[in-house]
């Protein structure tokens, strides 16, 4: 799958407004759902559920659907919504489907929790067309490698990851390399106008899709690495959340 992953790298993009008209079909829906099971986690010890309401049920204004997303809050549980979410986003731009992370959406009041977890984000997603996304990844708007990356080697990495989305694309990460090692930081800047609870939840979703992105392009060019993961407790600027350690 994560080769399937790999190939959208050039493909997806947010859609950040969407027509209506076109319809997810019935067994795409299937499909999804089935997905949802096959996602890998970052963190495997937390419960993450997913719900697929029509969304008009909630307060995001265009799309056909919104998939919610649940989670028990552990240690790093954002950055794991990140790593997983990134996968579904991935998935649906395979099948033509446009999506788009919405942080600022809020669901119907009876789904703000499920199976006993508060609702974290959606991902609103409505059928497409392959004319409609990217030709490459270029034609998206991203800090240069060198602005991310500090240290020797690992360019070809740091090429592609880059083109990780964000929230408002802010591209809150760092990556330092060293040796045969690559550490991934989650590196904020305060923002005037957003409370830090506000730009650290979603930071912490923003590295974890980070991380997706770095690991998708380590293993498109097979290599093989160990991951360890440190806690980012959303505290300072610049926390460490994984350390990956590439054996060939
Ligand atoms: C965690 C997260 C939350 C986001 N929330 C919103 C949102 O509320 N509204 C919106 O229009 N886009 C939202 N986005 C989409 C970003 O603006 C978009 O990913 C970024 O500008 C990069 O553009 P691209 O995805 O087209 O490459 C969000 C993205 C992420 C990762």
């Not at 799958?1 to 993009?13: A, P, S």
């Not at 559920?49 to 049920?57: E, L, M, S, W």
């Not at 659907?65 to 991935?90: D, F, R, T």
Request: one cysteine or more; aromatic letters at 12%.
């Amino acid at each position: 799958m994560f080769n399937v992953y790999y190939d959208m790298i050039n493909k997806r993009k947010s859609f950040h407004t969407m027509p209506g008209g076109k319809k997810v079909s019935g067994p795409e829906l299937n499909m999804i759902n089935g997905h949802f099971d096959r996602l890998v986690p970052l963190c495997d010890d937390i419960k993450v559920a997913f719900k697929i309401v029509q969304r008009r049920t909630t307060t995001w204004k265009w799309g056909e659907y919104a998939i919610l997303v649940y989670s028990e809050k552990k240690p790093n549980y954002l950055a794991n919504i990140g790593y997983m979410v990134q996968q579904l986003e991935m998935f649906l731009t395979a099948l033509d489907i446009g999506t788009c992370w919405c942080g600022i959406g809020r669901p119907a009041p009876e789904d703000e929790t499920y199976e006993g977890m508060d609702f974290a984000i959606m991902l609103i997603m409505e059928k497409s067309e392959e004319g409609e996304f990217r030709k490459s990844m270029h034609e998206a708007k991203r800090r240069e490698a060198d602005k991310i990356k500090k240290g020797e080697g690992f360019d070809s990495i740091a090429e592609v990851a880059r083109f990780a989305p964000s929230a408002v694309n802010f591209q809150p990460w760092l990556m330092e390399c060293e040796g045969n090692k690559i550490r991934v930081y989650r590196k904020s800047m305060r923002m005037a106008k957003l409370k830090w609870d506000t730009l650290v939840f979603f930071q912490q979703m923003d590295v974890g899709i980070f991380t997706f992105f770095i690991e998708m392009c380590l293993k498109h060019e097979n290599k093989d690495f160990t991951r360890t993961l440190f806690v980012d407790r959303g505290e300072d600027l610049k926390e460490l959340i994984a350390e990956y350690t590439v054996n060939n």
